[in-house]
Nanobody, 131 residues
C-alpha cells in the first residue's frame, strides 16, 4: 500500500488561503485514485476532492467547488489541495487517501468521494479558519 504524509495545514482568517501537500510513496497499480477528505470534531469524515491518476478527471464536493483545486505532481509524487476563500466551516482535520473507487462519465474516469473507496490514509493536517 501507498504511504501518505500530509503537510501545509495551519490557522488562517476567513477569506484566506492554504495549500496542503501530500507526499506519496509505494503506489500499487490498483490505487489509481487520490483524494482529500476532512473530518470536523463530532462529524463524519467527508470527501472534499478527488483526482484520477494519471490524467483523469477531478471531482469536488459541492461545498468547495470554485474555491478548492486538487492537483498532482507526478514526478515528485505529491498531491496538492489549493484552498482559497476559506470559511470557518472548512475547519477540520484534512486527510489524503489513495484507493480505487471510480466511475466512467463523459469519456473519462472520475474517482468517488466516498470514504470506503479508499484504503490508504495519511495521518492528517489540521486546518483552522477563524471568523
Amino acid at each position: 500500500q501507498v504511504q501518505l504524509v500530509e503537510s501545509g495545514g495551519g490557522s488562517v482568517q476567513a477569506g484566506g488561503s492554504l495549500r496542503l501537500s501530500c507526499a506519496a510513496s509505494g503506489y500499487t497499480d490498483a490505487q489509481y485514485c487520490m483524494g482529500w477528505f476532512r473530518q470536523a470534531p463530532g462529524k463524519e469524515r467527508e470527501g472534499v476532492a478527488t483526482i484520477y491518476t494519471p490524467g483523469g478527471g477531478t471531482y469536488y464536493a459541492d461545498s468547495v467547488k470554485g474555491r478548492f483545486t486538487i492537483s498532482q505532481d507526478y514526478v515528485k509524487n505529491i498531491l496538492y489541495l489549493q484552498a482559497n476563500n476559506l470559511k470557518p466551516e472548512d475547519t477540520a482535520m484534512y486527510f489524503c487517501a489513495a484507493g480505487s473507487g471510480r466511475r466512467w462519465s463523459g469519456g473519462r474516469w472520475y474517482c468517488l468521494l466516498s470514504v470506503p473507496s479508499y484504503n490508504s490514509w495519511g495521518q492528517g493536517t489540521q486546518v483552522t479558519v477563524d471568523s
